[in-house]
Each structure stands twice: as structure tokens, then as C-alpha cells.
């Protein structure tokens, strides 16, 4: 079935510490890419996008992500974590031109002192 | 920089009754959109709409709901008989419709239904 999977549901990381959040899908073209964060009670703010080209895309507050076409993945990265950084993270793909966007189902952040 | 506002941020209503959420979507948008989040779940499609109609519309999108552009800056989600499933975030986004464009979110609206 066409999915995005996000396999880790909770991360804990120590401040200061690296960070990967995973994401694969399964279409058989390649999508638009995305990486969503969601403060608690917030909205949704874009982190970065990855359309075409360069496979190593930079986002706002120090993320970064990479595709990778032969593992159909789309994982976020960022080198030292902030307490701040603690949040909802949902990984998505836009399939077509209505641009609708597929949501994976998340994976929450939590960073230790 | 242009935003997405959502109106209100949250509502209260009792089940049966009819409520609208409210939208307006930044100016130059093409494409509008609602999802929905259920408490501690994904983000999930609702509707998609673009030159005054329907683009898309997802299987949750039953005829309890309804969406309108009344006046070509508002857009707006009608839920016609709410029931206690129908408790969720609601999110509106809208995009430029130009290639290689993402969509902007409002900040939601928590719909309570009891």
C-alpha cells in the first residue's frame, strides 16, 4: 500500500547530543518532500522541502535531510540538539499537482538536560 | 510575511449543532485546503479546493461536511450535525499551486465537540 512511515512513534536525545528522525514511503515515483514540526498545541511549520536536485536539502534552525532514491527515505538530521527542538516532527509527500500532502504519523521528540 | 489565519482558535459546541471554521488564506493562493488532527494522531486530508470548486476530497469528507469561498477571501469548513468524533484540530493551509511551492498552515482551530 502507498504509505510514509515514520517507524519511531517517541526519540530521546540529550541536549547537545545528534539527530535522525526516519521517513520512507512507498510510491512508485518520486514525491515532493517534506518535514513538518508541530509545537505542542501549535500549527504546523515547514522545516525544509526537498523537490528536486541537490539530495542534501538545509532547513530552518539547523536541520538538514537527505533523499535517498534507492531507499526510498527522506530522514532528518541535525547535528546538536536544543531543548527547544522538542516536538512533533511529521515527515510528508505530495504525490500530484493538487499538491495534497501525505502525512506520516509523526515522531514526538523529547530531549533530556 | 504573509500568513495563513485560522478563526477562533478554538470552539466548543454541542453535538448536533452546526459549526464553522474560518480561514483566510494568503492572497495570492490558488489552491485551499483542510486537514484534520485527532487528538495524538497524523495529520489527515480532508478537502482540497481550487477555482471555486471541489478538487479533491478525502473519505472522511462525508456529506456532514461542506466548504465555501464566499467571498473570495474567506474559505470556510462547515460541519453540518457535529458528533463527538468530529473533536479535532482542524488545519487550513493554502499554496500557490506553482511548481515547486509548499503549502502554509494556519495555527489550527481545536474543535471540542460534547
Known amino acids: 500500500a502507498q504509505s510514509v512511515t515514520q517507524p519511531d512513534i517517541h526519540i530521546t536525545v540529550s541536549e547537545g547530543a545528534s539527530l535522525e528522525l526516519r521517513c520512507n514511503y512507498s510510491y512508485g515515483a518520486t514525491p515532493y518532500l517534506f518535514w513538518y514540526v508541530q509545537s505542542p498545541g501549535q500549527g504546523l511549520q515547514l522545516l525544509l522541502k526537498?523537490?528536486?536536485?541537490?539530495?542534501l536539502v538545509q532547513g530552518i534552525k539547523g536541520f538538514e535531510a537527505e533523499f535517498k532514491r534507492s531507499q526510498s527515505s527522506f530522514n532528518l538530521r541535525k547535528p546538536s540538539v536544543h531543548w527547544s527542538d522538542a516536538a512533533e516532527y511529521f515527515c510528508?509527500?505530495?504525490?500530484?499537482?493538487?499538491?495534497?500532502?501525505?502525512f506520516g504519523s509523526g515522531t514526538r521528540l523529547l530531549v533530556r538536560p | 510575511e504573509p500568513e495563513v489565519t485560522q478563526t477562533p482558535s478554538h470552539q466548543v459546541t454541542q453535538m448536533g449543532q452546526e459549526v464553522i471554521l474560518r480561514c483566510v488564506p494568503i492572497?495570492?493562493?490558488?489552491?485551499f485546503y483542510w486537514y484534520r488532527q485527532i487528538l495524538g494522531q497524523k495529520v489527515e486530508f480532508l478537502v482540497s479546493?481550487?477555482?471555486?470548486?471541489?478538487?479533491?476530497k478525502s473519505e472522511i469528507f462525508d456529506d456532514q461536511f461542506s466548504v465555501e469561498r464566499p467571498d473570495g477571501s474567506n474559505f470556510t469548513l462547515k460541519i453540518r450535525s457535529t458528533k463527538l468524533e468530529d473533536s479535532a484540530m482542524y488545519f487550513c493551509a493554502s499554496n500557490e499551486g506553482l511548481m515547486n511551492t509548499e503549502a502554509f498552515f494556519g495555527q489550527g482551530t481545536r474543535l471540542t465537540v460534547v
Open positions: 526537498y523537490f528536486s536536485g541537490d539530495t
Open positions: 492572497s495570492n493562493h490558488l489552491y
Open positions: 510528508a509527500v505530495v504525490l500530484d499537482s493538487s499538491y495534497k500532502l501525505i
Open positions: 479546493f481550487y477555482n471555486n470548486e471541489i478538487s479533491e
